[in-house]
């Protein structure tokens, strides 16, 4: 198990924190996340042999946030 | 008709928004509403002969966020 932390931009409530975990939650091989939407952070635990970081990027993305390099 | 603009703390994103929206929406009598997070302000469209601003007050209240006088 691999674990990362993203920095993320836009996320401000509770309901950001939700969309985030929810999209990472859908992707084979994420096995926990978690987001922290006043630090601005996304921590993920995950199987890389099941998917990588461009997976996750995209899903950060897919819920609406910007990661930052 | 009737119309009222609350005055309503903590909304912060679009998520808050369609919140706010959902849970007055689930009020019959509500005809629209109308949260924007950035204002801090829900404009509601009621038949005041078939709900109270207290009921509408209790959905904002549920969905969240606390309504100032």
């Known amino acids: 198990m691999t ?5 993320v ?3 401000s409530c509770g309901h950001c924190k939700a969309a985030v975990e929810g999209e990472l939650g ?11 939407f ?3 952070t996304v921590e993920v635990s995950y ?3 099941r998917v990588g970081t461009d997976e ?3 899903a ?5 946030y910007e990661v930052k390099a």
Not at 3 to 7: D, L, V
């Open 3 to 7: 674990e990362k932390t993203f920095n």
């Open 9 to 11: 931009e836009g996320m």
């Open 26 to 36: 859908k992707l084979p091989g994420v096995r926990r996340s978690n987001a922290d």
């Open 38 to 40: 006043e630090r601005g």
């Open 47 to 49: 199987d890389e042999g």
């Open 56 to 58: 996750l990027e995209g």
């Open 60 to 64: 950060i993305e897919e819920a609406g």
